[in-house]
């Protein structure tokens, strides 16, 4: 059985400030990005602006507040993502492992698996 996740690369202070990255990396991505379609595993991802070019819209009863970026927290951001179809949390972690560090500095790539109808039927 297949497991869907969605894999979220967090963004840096380079990111949040819109440095893009070098031909290098670029590459190096696009390589791996190759190789995960290739293995049926990628349905989907994308790099985002930064915050300071989001809005967030606040629920609060019926009243929606709009607040625009940038927000705080920059290691809370995500700067991309991917959608994965994968068959365990390992195989997704192993896979992490093999991805290029998609920042200039230390980073952090979260892996969360989506709800699935079983899980609504407990």
């Not at 290691?75 to 068959?87: H, I, L, N």
């Not at 997704?92 to 698996?113: F, G, Q, T, Y």
């Amino acid at each position: 059985m297949k497991m869907k996740c969605m894999i979220f690369v967090k963004a840096s202070k380079d990111s949040e400030k819109g440095a893009m990255p070098d031909a290098e990396l670029l590459t190096a991505m696009g390589k791996y990005n190759e190789e995960l379609f290739k293995a049926g595993i990628m349905k989907g991802g994308g790099g985002l602006k930064p915050t300071s070019q989001a809005k967030r819209v606040r629920f609060s009863g019926a009243q929606r507040t709009v607040i625009d970026g940038p927000f705080a927290a920059t290691e809370d951001q995500v700067a991309g993502y991917w959608q994965w179809e994968v068959s365990s949390m390992d195989e997704a972690v192993e896979w992490i492992k093999r991805c290029p560090n998609p920042m200039l500095v230390d980073s952090d790539i979260e892996i969360r698996p989506e709800f699935e109808a079983a899980d609504f039927a407990q």
